[in-house]
Nanobody, 122 residues
């Protein structure tokens, strides 16, 4: 079992930045590929970014590429999502997940956090 807790969400104006954190506990964090997903009201959960267990290799959805950066610190059992040039359409609940496929495809075997709200005003 992996327990994940996200933080760092909030309200920001378009063009602004936020940095999300996801702290993990339980099984060995460094064994897992990690990912960020988001879900907007009335929409399905969608892939945002993923990072390989050793931090070498990151993957992004086209709609965030060049604006968001995923990173991890295995010594701190934490994965981050730096979000720059935010747009109103980035408004969603953001979830981190452990044990993800790097492509973002869901297998049903992932561990999920409770989510953190990000709201981008125009």
């Amino acid at each position: 079992q992996v327990h994940l807790v996200e933080s760092g969400g909030g309200l920001v104006q378009a063009g602004g930045s936020l940095r999300l954190s996801c702290a993990a506990s339980g099984r060995t964090f460094s064994n897992y590929n990690m990912g960020w997903f988001r879900q907007a009201p009335g929409k399905e959960r969608e892939f945002v970014a993923s990072i390989r267990w050793n931090g070498i290799g990151t993957y992004y959805a086209d709609y965030v590429k060049g604006r968001f950066t995923i990173s991890r610190d295995n010594a701190k059992n934490t994965v981050y999502l730096q979000m720059d040039s935010l747009k109103p359409e980035d408004t969603a609940v953001y979830y981190c997940a452990a044990g993800v496929a790097l492509s973002g495809s869901l297998t049903g075997n992932e561990y999920w956090g409770q989510g953190t709200q990000v709201t981008v005003s125009s």
